[in-house]
């Protein structure tokens, strides 16, 4: 009689940040010579691990992935281990996992506070990393919730008696960790106070110019208020040195983002001129002289802003206000409804010019040189926007030459620091933005690369590559990064922004995360897949030989266009992604094909008869652990505010 295989260890799940390496074991009985495999499955695809044939499985992780082991004996019996779950956290904060970490539970998103309307859903989430991977448990007021068991507590029909402070524990076999404890407010938005079913922003600055001067400005100013902004929960796209199509998409874009009960503001920094009471934005490719069939008029914006029916529109426009062209037609624009909810803010008056103020090493704007003083502040937009008007009439350098100028029909005290409520549709869409991941490449020596995707603009990216240690078996190593071909109008604003846009990187990521960077800009402007090209010098201890291999990288136009496109272009029309509506970020998930000599590599084979992971049994594992969350917590992370880690 033949004696039964018996899995006396199984693997565990694990949730650990990417780039960590640990070992995943399985352990069994049976008659001698027992054979293992591992297998991996990612999405749909289930693959044999080519060489894992022993009982422990090391791994570094990249990508959240479900793991099982085969075991079989020399008479054809064969038993599977439990399937498992590897979740990788794309995005932890600096200083984390500790350094002694020895798997307990470690937080990596808190619960943020909640106001919610009376009926409508309620959502909490949290994430922790740990080995075994927690499990889950919310309180409220200190009482358990017995049925909120995952990482996420989502209640369909809020009701005043879910009001109260909730708190959730991460726990597993090594120990427990609990999030910061949040308010939820229940039926309080619409009753005494006023809130945003949603806050999105566009900020688009022009600086590089085909046929006026360059300006300077505008690239710091879109980048200070960007991070402002988002400190007070906006969504913001940032967007750099458009011609008059890509601008009108943009707005197109940002319109369609629109809706009952957000707070939209529109912001413009570069050149622009005024036409009897009517404003233009000057794209960069504008012609000499100016004209409005080549311009962007800001009144048809705030005009279609307004038909959206969003509770505050704002527009701030850092630009100047001479009067240009008075032989030209107007463009046609119908008054505007009398809702009581636009307010304009113009950096100078009328027939007047606005200022950059050079400060170091950068340049700002006189406008925003003050507007970043008083932004922040729970008050009215409009009694804000007062204050700024009066520091910049006391600014002495701009005395007698630039006067702020305030216009408004608002009827309510509604103020920026307002709390968002998001209706359905908003909290659908901001479950699409994702950050741009990370991933590891492996040179043929064994040294491994981190890139990374750090985003400082909407339409301009850095990738950063960082050697990982161990490098023990090289020495003087040095990495270059570059782009193998690009256009000369990408290449002309490359050179134009790249000292500013460096700089103001460093204000946000370490020095020495930027040792090899390669500066992506024009993202809109890219028609096919960009080609990157790792070089590593190094130096053989043996033979002291100086070395060079390369890798090459691809990333999917699909990805870097993704603001600019509703569908995919990445794909066979027949294998279209369906268009997601309201996408306010860069958010496909990044394809990098990579193999020493730049081709795809091949795809391990497949294992027969395996067990389906559908309907497995995953030890140690929440449910909810899932790509898509994954995005939601780098999104969750970034959107913590200025002066905090970024990932």
Excluded at 192 to 208: H, M, P, Q, S, Y
Excluded at 349 to 361: N, P, R, T, V
Aim: hydrophobic letters at 35%; one cysteine or more.
């Amino acid at each position: 009689m033949q004696k039964a295989i018996t899995i006396t260890e199984q693997p565990v799940s694990v949730s650990v940040p990417v780039g960590y390496s640990f070992t995943l074991r399985c352990r069994a009985q049976g008659r001698p010579s027992l054979q293992y495999q591992w297998f991996c499955q990612y999405q749909s695809d289930c693959r044999l691990i080519p060489g894992a044939t022993n009982q422990d499985l090391p791994i570094t992780a990249e990508l959240t992935q479900l793991y099982t082991c085969r075991v079989n004996d020399l008479h054809r019996n064969v038993v599977f281990s439990d399937w498992v779950k590897v979740e990788v956290q794309q995005c932890v904060a600096r200083g984390l996992p500790p350094q002694l970490w020895q798997g307990e539970p470690v937080i990596v998103l808190n619960p943020s506070e909640q106001w919610v309307e009376l009926g409508q859903p309620l959502q909490l989430q949290c994430a922790a990393m740990g080995i075994p991977a927690p499990s889950y448990q919310w309180y409220r007021n200190g009482n358990l919730l017995e049925q909120q068991k995952r990482k996420k507590l989502q209640i369909t029909h809020a009701k005043v008696s879910d009001s109260g402070t909730y708190l959730c524990c991460a726990s597993n076999s090594r120990g427990e960790h609990w999030t910061s404890a949040v308010d939820v407010h229940i039926g309080t938005c619409g009753s005494g106070r006023f809130f945003a079913t949603d806050k999105i922003a566009l900020l688009v600055g022009n600086n590089c110019y085909q046929h006026h001067p360059n300006l300077v400005a505008p690239v710091r100013d879109v980048f200070e208020l960007s991070r402002l902004l988002e400190r007070l929960g906006f969504q913001v796209v940032s967007l750099l040195d458009l011609n008059k199509a890509e601008m009108a998409t943009a707005v197109s874009q940002f319109l369609q983002l629109l809706g009952k009960g957000v707070y939209a503001v529109f912001y413009y920094a570069g050149h622009g001129y005024e036409h009897l009471g009517r404003n233009y934005m000057v794209p960069v490719d504008a012609p000499q002289p100016y004209a409005p069939e080549n311009c962007i008029s800001v009144q048809r914006i705030l005009q279609k802003m307004q038909q959206q029916k969003t509770a505050l529109n704002i527009i701030l426009l850092d630009t100047c206000r001479k009067w240009y062209n008075p032989g030209c037609a107007l463009s046609q624009v119908q008054p505007l409804e009398p809702w009581g909810n636009t307010v304009y803010g113009y950096s100078t008056s009328e027939d007047a010019e606005a200022y950059e103020l050079q400060d170091g090493a950068f340049s700002s704007g006189i406008f925003m040189k003050y507007l970043k003083k008083h932004i922040l502040k729970e008050k009215k937009v409009t009694h804000m926007l007062e204050d700024v008007l009066e520091d910049i009439g006391r600014d002495p350098l701009v005395t007698g030459k630039q006067v702020m100028e305030i216009k408004h029909t608002l009827k309510e005290a509604r103020s920026l620091t307002d709390p968002v409520c998001p209706s359905r549709a908003a909290t659908e869409r901001q479950g699409h933005n994702q950050e741009l991941p990370s991933k590891t490449v492996t040179f043929p020596c064994g040294v491994r690369v981190k890139l990374r995707f750090l985003r400082l603009f909407s339409n301009l990216i850095f990738v950063c590559a960082k050697p990982q240690p161990p490098l023990a078996h090289i020495t003087d190593p040095q990495l270059l990064l570059h782009r193998l071909t690009e256009t000369d109008d990408v290449a002309i604003q490359r050179e134009s922004s790249l000292d500013h846009a460096e700089t103001l990187l460093a204000l946000v990521y370490k020095r020495e995360e930027l040792d090899c960077i390669l500066q992506l800009c024009a993202l809109q402007k890219i028609q096919t897949d960009v080609v990157l090209q790792l070089d590593l010098h190094y130096i053989q201890p043996s033979t002291k030989q100086k070395t060079c291999e390369s890798l090459q990288t691809t990333l999917q136009k699909s990805l870097l266009r993704q603001f600019f496109n509703q569908r995919s272009d990445s794909q066979p029309d027949s294998q279209q992604a369906p268009a997601r509506t309201g996408s306010v970020c860069l958010q496909d998930a990044l394809t990098l094909s990579t193999d020493p000599k730049g081709q795809a590599s091949p795809s391990a084979g497949s294992g027969h008869g395996l067990p389906s992971s559908s309907s497995s049994n995953f030890s140690s594992e929440p449910e909810e652990n899932d790509e898509s969350d994954l995005g939601k917590l780098c999104l969750a992370l970034l959107q913590a505010g200025p002066g905090q880690d970024r990932p």
